[in-house]
């Protein structure tokens, strides 16, 4: 049995970041991971990370209040307000705090750039003055250039720096360790049960604060991801099966519309930020009449929508492994993909061996983040379990709502790892001796009947792929870019057939160590229960909003569903309960987002009636107390001032 101050389970860049700031303070820390930390799937991010420096010249009149209301809109008014101020206020401190660890951020060159906009070449002179500062691309659907990027390696350069930090502080890192289980009493969580991959050896870390940060659950679509193969939403899992906390929003899936069709790797957003095209099968580019105003940078779940209307009308190109479109890069030219998008280039190379200034990039929308997660305060502690905190793409934190930003949410996972971590930090200082071990050694011993009942069952049905393999196409099929209610109900069904399976199988293999079959066996009754919490949740919201679209309720509907959904699966039950919170005090009112159809049902209420409401609903919810009314320096309404900006 190991102890520490605290436990932090995941080394993506949020986990990362969240150690950083409770090592600095003082604290014990110990982090544990699937990977090495830099194999992490924040490595894989490509394009950019949102801050409001306002640097270049398409970025001036930016500030955090433009950035607040781009991703209160982007969010389809399903993001809790007082975090997306939070994060917009703290995002620039990030970005900079990233350049004193050395991240190689491309920077401006003054003089005449030329850029591609909107279909045109454009020159545009940048000053002087800003000669050699962080550099920003058009990215995310945003009022103004706001993504600071490393040429196209983000998150790989990021990760790099981050990890950098972790090893100069000494904190220490476990990889190839799993958690598989909380240890809890029902009110406080004291840690985890750990499993080592490379032994299979069962171990109890007590801490007094934990953090889920292990990133997001796109592995439940199976192959049709943009997500790496580590993203199997074992937090969201380790949350739900306390059977107190609650999920946040887990239909709330985004599509990213370009994934590299058949392979489903990404090819980034960077791309038509910098001014690519997306053509049909006849070579016509069809957003410029769809989406006027922001053309191919509407917000992804609107730009995934009109893709897949665009395939379904018969205007795809067809391949054998289906229908798809075209990403066109060629006028962007040799040296701009390989110095500026270098990694597309070498994915286009390397994966297609096409050139991709000679030729068109086969695309098609793809599941890429997840919006929904472990549901947490502003703290970013878990509702209804003290000492639970969760941060980065496994929270529902909730900044992104029904639709997150492009470049959002590697922005989210460093400022939620400065403001969370800084939390933990206070809360461990507060926090007096834990229980003891006897209760680690009860949660040890329910993880070892649980691995000895499996390894005894012998191989009679199918193979856990199998089973793994048609839960991705049921959640492609049924709970993909468009849903209806009949489609969602057969999901569900199927679903509930494969945990009832899930609950018999048995495996070919019991070797105890290095068991990758043991391994999964593991998460996948967990991912059948993330998928059908995600139907449930999908077939309940009888709306539209952001990236959920139900084709039998096309309208976002703000009197009915101006909500949050939340799942537990309370213990011995067998199947979820899901209730509903306000999304958070409202500062700036529903209205259009500004791209996308703009039809709504109205709110009811009046915003002060709302807000008046929200506390008590909240606390009812299960939501704990933060420690303060955490300081954004964005005062409510300073987004007003925004809407006189200079465009
Ligand atoms: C291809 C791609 C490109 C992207 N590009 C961008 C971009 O340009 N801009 C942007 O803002 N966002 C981008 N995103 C999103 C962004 O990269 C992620 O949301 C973010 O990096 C998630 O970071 P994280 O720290 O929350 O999780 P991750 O980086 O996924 O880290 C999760 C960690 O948890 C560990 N882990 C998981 N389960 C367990 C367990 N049970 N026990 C122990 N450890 C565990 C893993 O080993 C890993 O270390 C992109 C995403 C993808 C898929």
Redesign the pocket.
């Known amino acids: 049995m190991k102890i520490t101050d605290v436990l932090v ?9 969240c150690a950083i700031e409770a090592a600095a303070a003082g604290h014990s820390v110990l982090i ?4 090495p ?1 830099r ?12 801050a409001a420096l306002g640097n270049c010249a398409k970025a001036e009149g930016d500030s955090p209040d433009v950035h607040f209301l781009d991703t209160v809109r982007g969010s389809d008014w399903g993001a809790d307000q007082e975090v997306a101020r939070i994060f917009a206020d703290n995002a620039p401190v990030a970005v900079r705090e990233l350049a004193h660890f050395g991240v190689p951020w491309t920077r401006l060159r003054p003089g005449t750039n030329r850029y591609h906009i909107k279909g045109q070449q454009v020159d545009i002179e940048e000053p002087a003055e800003n000669a050699g500062l962080i550099m920003h691309r058009d ?2 659907g945003t009022a103004k250039w706001r ?1 600071c ?1 490393a040429a196209a390696g ?2 790989h350069a990021t ?1 790099y720096a981050v990890d950098s930090q972790v090893v100069r502080l000494g904190i220490d890192v476990l ?1 190839r ?4 289980a909380l240890v809890q009493d029902g009110e406080r969580c004291h840690g ?1 049960v ?1 499993r080592c991959l490379r032994t299979g050896r069962l171990e109890t870390i007590m801490a007094k604060a934990t953090v889920i ?4 659950y ?1 592995r439940i679509y199976g192959n049709y ?4 193969v ?3 939403g ?2 969201a899992s ?1 949350a739900l099966d306390t059977g107190v906390v609650p999920l946040g929003n887990m239909e709330a899936v985004q599509f ?1 519309p370009t994934g590299l069709w058949p392979a489903g ?2 090819v ?3 791309c038509r930020g910098d001014g690519g095209y997306l053509l049909n099968a006849a070579g016509e580019r069809f957003l410029v009449d769809l989406e006027p105003e922001k053309q191919e940078l509407a917000s992804r779940d609107v730009v995934s929508r009109h893709m897949m209307n665009e395939i379904l009308a018969g205007r795809g190109e067809n391949s054998p492994n289906g229908p798809h479109l075209w990403l066109d890069l060629r006028h962007l030219g040799e040296q701009h993909l390989t110095t500026r998008l270098r990694e597309i280039y070498e994915i286009c190379r390397d994966f297609l061996g096409i050139r991709p200034w000679e030729a068109l990039v086969p695309v098609r929308p793809t599941q ?3 919006m929904g997660g472990v549901r947490v305060n502003k703290d970013g502690q878990a509702y209804g379990l003290g000492g639970l905190f969760a ?5 529902c934190w909730d900044m992104h709502g029904f639709n ?1 930003l ?8 460093l400022v939620a ?1 400065r403001v969370v971590g800084a939390r933990i930090a206070e809360f461990v200082s507060a926090s007096g001796p834990g229980p003891d071990s006897g209760l680690g050694r009860q949660a040890l011993r329910a993880q070892e009947s649980r691995i000895a009942a499996l390894a005894q069952r012998s191989h009679g049905g199918r193979s856990i792929y199998a089973i793994r393999d048609e839960l991705g196409e049921i959640m492609m099929n049924r709970l993909g870019v468009f849903r209806s209610g009949d489609e969602i109900e057969t999901a569900i069904g199927d679903l509930n057939g494969l945990i009832r399976e899930a609950e018999g199988i048995g495996l070919r293999s019991s070797a105890p160590g290095s068991n990758p079959e043991l391994t999964f066996a593991l998460r996948l009754l967990g991912m059948l229960k993330l998928g059908l919490i995600t139907a449930m949740g999908a077939l309940a919201r009888t709306e539209s909003r952001g990236a959920h679209y139900r084709t039998d309720y096309p309208q976002r509907n703000d009197a009915e569903w101006l909500n949050r959904t939340l799942a537990h699966w309370r213990e011995g039950a067998d199947a979820p309960e899901l209730s509903y919170e306000p999304v958070g005090l409202l500062d700036l009112p529903p209205g259009h987002r500004g791209y996308g159809a703009s039809s709504q049902v109205e709110m009811q209420q009046t915003v002060a009636d709302y807000n008046a409401s929200v506390s008590a609903a909240q606390a009812a919810a299960g939501r704990l107390p933060s420690t303060e009314a955490l300081g954004a320096r964005l005062r409510p309404g300073a987004w007003q001032g925004a809407f006189s900006a200079p465009t």
């Open positions: 389970i995941g080394a993506g860049l949020a986990g990362e970041r544990l991971s699937l990977v930390p194999r992490s799937h924040s490595c894989a991010a490509q394009g950019g990370m949102q990215f995310g993504a990027y983000t998150g990760l990889d360790m799993e958690a598989i985890a750990v940060a292990t990133g997001g796109g991801t943009t997500n790496a580590i993203n199997e074992v937090g380790l990213h790797i990404l980034t957003e960077g890429h983040y997840s941060v980065g793409e496994a929270a997150r492009g470049g959002n949410s590697l922005a989210e996972t790892g």
